[in-house]
């Protein structure tokens, strides 16, 4: 199983980014997907989630608006565009798959930096 994600990088306030998460390894179809970011000395937060079927996505209050998360099945990859980005965007940003049949399965990324600043 991996999540790789990437698109991270140094970007100026009001910039964008787009992220990618690419899942190998699982059904990718039949999982709930979402970004998570955790930035320094904070605990990590939930971003944005989308259904295993695509279409519903929830959004952090403090993105809404200004984030739009996707994904493509056929390509088994997720993604997360982020607009008029923000300092207070700077985190690692990390991709986790969630499924709940009987028991549990989950399965993280290891992280793709994103800098806002000037």
């Known amino acids: 199983v991996q999540l790789v994600e990437s698109g991270g990088g140094l970007v100026q306030p009001g910039g964008s980014l787009r992220l990618s998460c690419a899942a190998s390894g699982f059904t990718f179809s039949s999982y709930a997907m979402s970004w998570y970011r955790q930035a320094p000395g904070k605990e990590r937060e939930l971003v944005a989630t989308?259904?295993?079927?695509?279409?519903?996505?929830n959004y952090a209050d403090s993105v809404k608006g200004r984030f739009s998360m996707s994904r493509d099945n056929a390509k088994s990859t997720v993604y997360l565009q982020m607009n008029r980005l923000k300092a207070e965007d700077t985190a690692v940003y990390y991709c986790?798959?969630?499924?709940?049949?009987?028991?549990?399965?989950?399965?993280w990324g290891q992280g793709t930096q994103v800098t806002v600043s000037s």
């Open positions: 986790k798959a969630y499924r709940r049949i009987i028991s549990v399965s989950e399965y």
């Open positions: 989308i259904i295993s079927a695509g279409g519903s996505t």
